[in-house]
Nanobody, 129 residues
Framework: QVQLVESGGGLVQAGGSLRLSCAAS????????TGWFRQVPGKDREFVAA???????YYADSVTGRFTISRDNAKNTVSLQMNSLKPDDTAVYYC???????????????????????WGQGTPVTVSS
């Protein structure tokens, strides 16, 4: 059974940084796309960032230049380094893993929630102003 566990969420002041981590068991993350999404209560879940099998990375416009996604193949984890955080970044952040994919993905694929079959439980991030 595949499981994803997120960690690293918390409370931070605007301008600060947090590092989220997603650990997988039962799957090798380098054989799939790993994405980060976030959701605010009452709103749809939105794409944040993703990394595909080749190591190419993809970002939502709202986080480009501030967030960095990376994968550690040895530890089978994917991290999301979040810098220059804003109150608008407040949300529950979810890690997601796709089925085995082609080596190179596309932005349309990685940003679509339906591309992912396994989701973590989420970790809350609160950015105070």
């Amino acid at each position: 059974q595949v499981q994803l566990v997120e960690s690293g969420g918390g409370l931070v002041q605007a301008g600060g940084s947090l590092r989220l981590s997603c650990a997988a068991s039962g799957r090798t993350m380098r054989e799939a796309v790993t994405g980060w999404f976030r959701q605010v209560p009452g709103k749809d879940r939105e794409f944040v960032a993703a990394v595909d099998r080749s190591g190419d990375t993809y970002y939502a416009d709202s986080v480009t230049g501030r967030f960095t996604i990376s994968r550690d193949n040895a530890k089978n984890t994917v991290s999301l380094q979040m810098n220059s955080l804003k109150p608008d970044d407040t949300a529950v952040y979810y890690c997601a893993l796709s089925p085995r994919t082609a080596f190179y993905a596309s932005l349309s694929y990685v940003s679509d929630q339906k591309s992912y079959g396994t989701w973590g439980q989420g970790t809350p991030v609160t950015v105070s102003s």
